[in-house]
């Protein structure tokens, strides 16, 4: 065994010492393939136990928890049976302190009975962390060898104010070596499910955290997200996500990949089962001003009149683009299912829904690849070098990952100079402004007055794949690039009947084809259906209230009854209308 | 004469032919240093010409122009008069473009006799524009022979935001090649000098600006930033400057150098001869929402409760931290003289100072310079490539800057790797949060129970010197990386008697024995002193409203009784208090 090797040994050795030895149960087989009925059914949690981590909103969690309904320690218990049962059946958690955050817990407990007062926003509430953010004492590897034994001399700035906010910070999650798949494997922990299929992917870089909320093992996590790490596995798992503009959320004293690329860089975000998790999270963190702790957050205070769309006509008449694919890979007949879901249901709900054209998707694409392409290779080899553990090359479950033949070929092998890396910026400012007056040319058309409010679009062509599909990420790529924030919201499920295979188009390329080609609903049993809430750069309050509109339409029932569009010049549309 | 000095000598001649004959006058002789007074008796203005430019409250213009007292037509041809005026003594402007602006004006003075209502709350001002900022129609050249014959296609954003505003562009204003000196040279329009005293800089690289303002040539001004390029010449020619955060005015569409470099980028700013003339500019650029037209502007209305300095304790006993010197080069007399008038006025108007300590100056301007650095010489090089006009070298008067064989040495030959240049950004980053847990750690010891409200610095250590003297902006940088908004607020000139040389101090290192070596009262003859106040990253509103106390303090006449600080457990300090 080399050394790497034996690091690796003695790290899952610590990692399963410190499971509580009675949280441990029998797991279902490995063909089992839907675990999300597990927790349920493992007989680990007690009835109140369930009743807890099965409330998904975390509004009302945050009451019980306020007014002392539910305890923080019982809270946290519930969630922490229930993530430890999520990491037996899809190996979702790094780091596991049970005895810290239940010390945490009855602290924030005994301050609420003697102070009668809450510690902050988020008081005695469970968080799942991604394995980037530094808590004192724990070690960080963000899926790396090298790392092991890294221990955080302090906390994250993100950590520091989500204690401040009265969180309790529970476990870690997995990622993939590099930060830059998406897909979640790395040589220190392994590879994470999908617990609604664990033939797929559950996605990544923040793969950990989209098992472990799919399976309700946390109530509200937090990933980050550079090119769709977070959306992607907040979509392959079912759940809501948001990927913020850059520096609205700290990640000052993280631990990255590719540090020092400031360009299109990767941003903090919630996950969360409940869109007013996401509320909670963003307004919890903006209103304890992270500017006054990390130098580049941007110092903007929670817009109250923006959350009630003061921009938007307060919310009435809302006028939605629908990009029904990115012009490179159309998208699996799940994913189109759901688009016409959403749109059914905004158009019912009163809402104008017109055809999203996309411009400059695929230079938008390269253009970020090109940028972290710049030096990303040489990041990896720099990181890997103390340990000489393999650099992870497919996330094909049958992959040489560990043979040091490998080679991620992703990136180019030699980087390039800054003069390039210069070029490659500037051709980015220049897709970002045509992309921006594309947007509010939309004015011209939309008969509100407004640019388009907000643009709904896939999250990927297709939902979960099986492990190693996961190859572009070009639907959410480019939303990085642009800066724009963007909310997940899940739609439905893969039906096997709905989402049958349809006949060849015409294909636009060889990727295109080969998508089409490998798809099957069977393949993708039971996999969930999700949707890109994409809104402008820094307005993550418009978003948020945007995003609660659209998840209503499409949890409400549908009565028959269109409302209708009180708007001089425009009714709502039906069938395709371009922008 | 090669091709490059053809260019030159017809871009020249046309420049000539731009220039209305009857505004050309006879210039006082060479020997004339201070050219201050020359408009007030060149002859060419009105008694109301000189009434309308000699008013330096923008605010007051604003109203005047507002209420149809005096029409934008008198106003703009007063101050294009005049701006013609400092031109024949200063070198300041390279765009003349009299009919059209006029044309502007007029159709404004309609405006507003029609509709009995202003465009915008710029209505009528004449505003010059650094050369950077395209006008369409007008070429653009930045001080490159290789641009001469760039026309431009459409307006920059913010010429856009400023028509939108109701101001109108009457001038571009001179630069130095490259943009990345403090001083302003070129080979197509040549030096600006400084009209305080022509044998000294007016710096750079806004140096048009600052010696066309000074001579009251323009009511306000656009410049840009990335190491000082708008306070240096603010600074050296005695007028009001501010230095905004990032993206907080919009670059889009302007021409610049070094594009691409977007890690301590160059933002744009305004001169002006008054605090309101600032305060007119910011909140009217911002109050058009930049963001809706440049992708990179960031989205944040003016704060209006920031601006009441509700962070600030309401402006009530603020405490100010004054940096007498960075630990590199110790200031000159005059300097140091300014530093302590406004500790002086401060304390007397009721206010606490506090000596500010520096960290890492030294570290974060190698930092800057390293940054720009990584692809500079290529950047310059690629730029003068079509015509082979020569790089200059230095900004000596007797310099070789024609000679071929002169090399610009300030920069590497050769760039640096992407990755390398990552590795310098997660350093500047590491800086940045240095500094700012600095500043949040005053919060101990100012007795305010705030951080220290703003930091007083010097602009330079010494006022304007000779040209082809100004090397290290040492001053002026930090702020660039920190990102902090800065204003420039001028407080004396040089006296021959209170400013004598002052006997050798323990050198700091061999710049410092240089600069101090040179200081002579005599070679500064009139030269203005300044000040840098500087606020906190984005939070340009508190910065403004701070600039206007300290200034209302420097421009009242102390009565002799000082205000007290009405706080419990502190009084105005008096000698110099270190945090």
Redesign the interface.
């Known amino acids: 065994m080399s050394s790497w090797q034996t690091l690796v040994a003695d790290k899952k050795k610590r990692q399963q010492e410190s499971i509580p030895q009675e949280w441990i149960v029998s797991p279902p087989p490995d063909d089992v393939l839907n675990v999300t009925g597990f927790p349920g059914q493992s007989g680990l949690l007690s009835a109140k136990e369930l009743q807890i981590t099965n409330e998904v909103d975390v509004q009302v969690l945050l009451q019980k928890l306020a007014s002392g309904e539910w305890s923080s320690v019982e809270v946290t218990t519930a969630f922490y049976k229930r993530a430890i049962l999520a990491q037996q059946v899809t190996n979702c958690v790094t780091e596991i302190f049970v005895e810290r955050a239940l010390k945490r817990a009855s602290e924030l407990d005994a301050h609420l009975r003697e102070k009668r007062t809450v510690v902050g926003p988020l008081h005695g509430l469970p968080i799942s962390l991604k394995d980037q953010l530094c808590v004192e004492g724990l070690e960080t590897t963000i899926g790396y060898v090298s790392l092991i034994g890294n221990y955080a001399k302090k906390n994250a700035v993100l950590v520091d104010i989500l204690l401040e906010a009265g969180a309790v910070p529970f476990v870690r999650t997995n990622v993939p070596q590099t930060l830059m798949w998406g897909e979640t494997f790395n040589n220190v922990f392994g590879r994470t499910t999908n617990p609604y299929n664990r033939t797929l992917t559950c996605g990544g870089s923040s793969g950990g955290e989209g098992a472990l909320i799919a399976l309700k093992g946390s109530p509200l996590g937090v990933g980050s997200d550079i090119g769709g790490s977070i959306r992607i596995p907040a979509s392959f798992c079912g759940i809501y996500g948001m990927r913020p503009s850059y520096h609205r959320v700290p990640y ?1 004293g993280a631990l990255n990949t ?6 299109v860089p990767s941003v903090f975000g919630p996950l969360s089962n409940s869109i007013s998790g996401i509320k909670a999270f963003m307004k919890a963190v903006i209103d304890l001003e992270p ?6 957050a ?3 205070h929670w817009d109250h009149e923006a959350y009630q769309l003061s921009e938007h006509g307060e919310g009435k008449c809302l006028c939605f683009g629908i990009m029904w694919d990115d012009g490179n890979i159309v998208p699996h007949p799940p994913v189109l299912r759901g688009l016409t879901m959403i749109k059914d249901a905004l158009v019912n709900a009163g809402h104008i829904v017109k055809d999203w054209k996309p411009i400059n998707h695929k230079e938008m694409n390269d253009t970020a690849v090109a940028i972290w392409g ?2 990303a290779r ?2 990896f080899r720099m990181t890997t070098l103390s340990t000489e553990e393999p650099i992870i090359a497919t996330m094909l479950p049958e992959s040489n990952a560990f043979s040091e033949a490998a080679v991620d070929t992703r990136y180019p092998q030699e ?12 051709r980015k ?1 220049e897709l ?2 045509e ?2 007056d594309h947007w ?1 040319k939309t004015a011209q058309d939309t008969g509100t007055g407004r640019p388009v409010d907000a643009i709904i679009a896939p999250v990927a062509p297709y939902v979960a794949p099986p492990h190693g599909k996961n190859r572009p990420a070009g639907y959410t790529r480019v939303y990085n690039l ?2 724009y924030p963007v909310i997940i919201l899940p739609v439905s499920q893969v039906d096997q009947e709905l989402d049958v295979k349809v006949p060849p188009h015409e294909y636009l390329n060889d990727a295109d084809r080969e998508f089409h080609q490998w798809y099957d609903p069977a393949l993708v049993r039971d996999a969930p259906i999700t949707l890109q809430l994409i809104g ?4 993550e309050e418009a978003l948020v209230a945007l995003a609660e509109i659209v998840d209503a339409a499409l949890r409400s029932q549908y009565t028959g009854d269109v409302k209708a569009c009180n708007l001089h010049d425009s009714l709502p549309t039906t069938g395709h209308e371009a922008l």
Request: hydrophobic letters at 30%; proline letters at 2%.
């Open positions: 000052e590719l540090q020092g690329e400031d360009s500017w006054k702790k990390d130098p580049l941007v110092r903007k710049a030096a040489e990041d980087g390039i100079s800054s003069y390039q890396l210069w070029q490659l910026h500037k400012i970002r402004k992309y921006l509010e642009l800066d402008r750069t820094l307005d």
